[in-house]
C-alpha cells in the first residue's frame, strides 16, 4: 500500500510540475506574440524586431521594402490602428509553436500596383521558437493570413 501511495504521490507532483512549467510557457508565448502583433500589424515594424529570432529579420526588412505613400495615406486615414485576439496555441514540440492570431482592421497590401485596403478581420499561424529561454517569433516568409472560406 506504501508503494502505490508514494507512485500517487510522485506522479501528482511531478504533474504539477509539468503544469506550472507549460502555465509559464504559455505566458512566455502569448506575451510574445502580443507584443509583437501589436506592433507587427501596426506597421510599426522596427519595434517588432525584439520579438523576432534574428534570422526572421529579412522578412521584416522585406515586409518594409514593400510599403508605398499610397499604404501609409491608407495607414494614416484609419479611424484606429489593428487590433488582435490570440485565440490558440499548438505546441509542435518542447521548443516550438504556432498562435492563431485574429487580427481586425488590418492593411493587406496583396495585389501589386494597388494601395493597400483594411480588411476587418484575418487569421494568422504565428511561429514561435524557444531559445534560451526566451519565446520568439519565427518567419519563414512574409505573414500570411489563412484563405477564408467563402462559402
Known amino acids: 500500500m506504501k508503494i502505490s501511495f508514494l507512485t500517487i504521490v510522485c506522479l501528482l507532483i511531478f504533474y504539477s510540475c509539468t503544469e506550472h512549467y507549460e502555465s509559464e510557457d504559455e505566458e512566455k508565448i502569448i506575451s ?3 507584443s509583437f502583433a501589436t506592433h507587427y500589424f501596426n506597421y510599426n515594424l522596427k519595434e517588432a ?3 523576432c529570432t534574428p ?3 529579412k522578412w ?5 521594402s514593400n510599403i508605398f505613400q499610397e499604404d501609409i495615406d491608407v495607414l494614416r486615414n484609419q479611424d484606429e490602428g489593428a487590433t488582435h485576439k490570440t485565440d490558440d ?3 509542435v514540440n518542447d ?6 492570431c485574429h487580427v481586425y482592421n488590418v492593411m493587406k497590401t496583396d495585389t501589386i500596383g494597388k494601395p493597400g485596403r483594411i480588411s476587418e478581420h484575418e487569421i494568422y499561424n504565428i511561429s514561435l521558437v524557444k531559445r534560451d529561454d526566451k519565446w520568439l517569433v519565427k518567419m519563414e516568409g512574409p505573414l500570411q493570413s489563412e484563405k477564408q472560406n467563402r462559402d
Open 95 to 100: 521548443t516550438s509553436a504556432i498562435v492563431k
Open 89 to 91: 496555441i499548438t505546441y
Open 60 to 64: 521584416i526588412r522585406y515586409k518594409a
Open 32 to 34: 510574445t506574440t502580443d
Open 55 to 57: 534570422e526572421s529579420e
Open 49 to 51: 524586431m525584439p520579438f
